[in-house]
């Protein structure tokens, strides 16, 4: 398994304690006499919280495509030189954290694959459920030898979805597309290309956020409306649960490959987007001080301090405090380059744990009864360390509140949780678990209040890992898991040379080489 890279941006605040891992992120532009590639760069930019294990660009010019992917953030796999070579004027980008496959080079994206017509690259945020199905159909269709990505080692759902996209002389991409969309199951929002033509489309539920974005020569499609807004992109509107859309010279068309039975993740507002992303037309900023006020109804306390555990806690801690009444404040520092070191610290500092990227602010807290708030509670050692820390700081209460059910079940669209076994709330009820951290109290929303916050109806909303209702029918446990395309006993034999299948003319064989 690679190394994450450096400079992770998500809530982890122990070294090497799972938090809930993002989501990926998804970028397209259309734009005819735009440098696409820096467009795409900093839509990326933009939507690095999604994921940070690997990023990538592709390009088209109309004749060729290229694609430039490696392991690391955004701003340490780009630089001026690479993305000069990416020109055109269409342009795809990915930014992963891996929830199907592991995290390697090979299975970084944009993925690159053969069309009947010439070559397709692809970026999915999201994970199917049907995996396994689909390696059988990939297997009926093509034959068992593995071509393209599937040879070079990738070992994720999106390497399926682009050998299905090879299609027949018969079928233009739109066409095969059309056909293969209705077949996928689970989460997916994508934007794929080839060297004529933009494309995204989203599954039915909408269990992942896209958006449609207008420039003044062309188009944007991205995971959330910040990236449409760092580009100078005017908001259009969503891209539909179960709709096509395709943009070239022609203009946008759009259609429908499914009827739409939404059924988008709740935890997009409660953590995985920007708070100044928009999604079903609710501010996410607005939805989690919501959240936090709605917690101050639910769960009062006599306190002298509100603080949040920073970022991810601080417009629910703000709400909270407002509805409460109780003075909000500043009762711990981040350090601003909290990056995953990669040299191990000593047994002394591990022992400091949280410290490393924490710090409580002592004159502020001591002697003071304390509110902290939080998104979610995964296995608890974060909030055991900080609350003992508060402790060690001098505060005389500390109450924790917590802007979201508890966490039971595992994600199987697009989050990765600690494995189910590893929940705290699993095996504890709620005074149990604030005994175990620590905490004079412990207080979660219902899911009641966390979806009123959202404005959204209960029913378009996915919550399984709070409820374990899951939206999307899920096969047999032996045809899911992360690594289920790892496995050898599937139907998909030796690799062939997985360049053979490029035309050499279409610009793929140098574009599947290591950058």
Same mark, same amino acid.
């Given at each position: ?198 494309? @995204? *489309? %989203?599954?039915?539920? +909408?269990? $992942?956020?896209? !958006?449609?974005?207008?420039? /003044?020569?062309?188009? &944007? ?64 900023? @607005? *939805? %989690?001080?919501?959240? +936090?006020? $709605?917690?101050? !109804?639910?769960?009062?306390? /006599?306190?002298?301090? &509100? ?209």
């Amino acid at each position: 398994m690679a190394p994450r890279a450096d400079g992770r941006l998500n809530h982890d605040l122990l070294p090497n304690e799972k938090g809930p891992q993002d989501a990926c992120g998804v970028f397209g532009v259309w734009a005819p006499g735009e440098e696409v590639a820096k467009l795409t760069y900093f839509g990326l930019y933009a939507l690095q919280h999604r994921g940070q294990e690997s990023a990538g660009i592709a390009t088209s010019n109309g004749q060729q495509l290229l694609v430039y992917k490696d392991m690391g953030l955004v701003s340490q796999v780009f630089d001026e030189t690479a993305l000069n070579a990416l020109q055109g004027h269409i342009a795809i980008g990915h930014t992963r954290y891996s929830t199907t496959g592991g995290s390697t080079w090979e299975n970084a994206q944009p993925t690159l694959g053969p069309t009947a017509a010439g070559t397709v690259a692809l970026g999915h945020n999201g994970n199917l459920t049907n995996a396994a199905e689909l390696v059988d159909l990939v297997a009926e269709r093509y034959g068992s030898q593995r071509r393209g990505e599937l040879a070079r080692g990738n070992t994720t759902d999106t390497a399926l979805i682009t050998a299905l996209l090879a299609g027949d002389p018969d079928h233009t991409l739109e066409a095969t597309a059309l056909e293969v969309l209705p077949r996928l199951r689970g989460a997916f929002s994508l934007v794929f290309m080839d060297e004529h033509t933009l494309y @995204a *489309a %989203r599954d039915p539920q +909408g269990v $992942r956020p896209l !958006v449609l974005g207008r420039l /003044e020569r062309g188009w &944007v499609v991205a995971s959330e409306t910040p990236a449409l807004d760092i580009v100078g992109a005017s908001f259009v509107r969503e891209i539909e649960p179960g709709e096509f859309i395709a943009i070239d010279a022609d203009g946008l068309r759009s259609s429908r490959f499914a009827t739409t039975d939404r059924a988008g993740c709740v935890f997009e507002y409660v953590y995985l987007a920007r708070p100044d992303t928009s999604i079903a037309g609710r501010s996410v900023h @607005a *939805a %989690r001080v919501a959240m +936090g006020r $709605r917690l101050a !109804v639910e769960h009062p306390v /006599e306190a002298d301090l &509100v603080i949040p555990v920073p970022e991810s806690g601080t417009p629910a801690a703000v709400g909270y405090a407002a509805e409460s009444g109780i003075t909000f404040g500043q009762g711990l520092t981040k350090n601003a380059y909290v990056g995953r070191t990669f040299i191990q610290p000593s047994q002394t500092l591990r022992q400091l744990g949280i410290r490393l990227k924490l710090n409580p602010l002592k004159d502020v807290i001591r002697g003071k009864r304390l509110v902290v708030v939080d998104d979610s509670i995964v296995r608890g050692n974060t909030q055991r360390a900080l609350i003992r820390m508060l402790r060690e700081a001098g505060a005389a209460e500390v109450h924790v509140r917590i802007s979201s059910p508890p966490v039971k079940w595992p994600c199987f669209y697009g989050i990765d949780f600690a494995s189910r076994a590893e929940l705290i709330a699993n095996g504890l009820g709620v005074d149990e678990i604030a005994a175990s951290l620590g905490a004079d109290s412990l207080g979660y929303i219902s899911p009641e209040g966390m979806i009123a916050a959202t404005e959204q109806p209960a029913s378009q909303l996915c919550a399984a890992c709070f409820t374990g209702q899951y939206p999307i029918e899920l096969p047999p446990d032996d045809r899911l898991g992360k690594f289920l395309l790892e496995q050898n006993e599937l139907p998909l034999g030796a690799p062939e040379d997985g360049l053979l299948s490029i035309v050499p003319s279409a610009g793929g064989a140098t574009a599947l080489d290591h950058p």
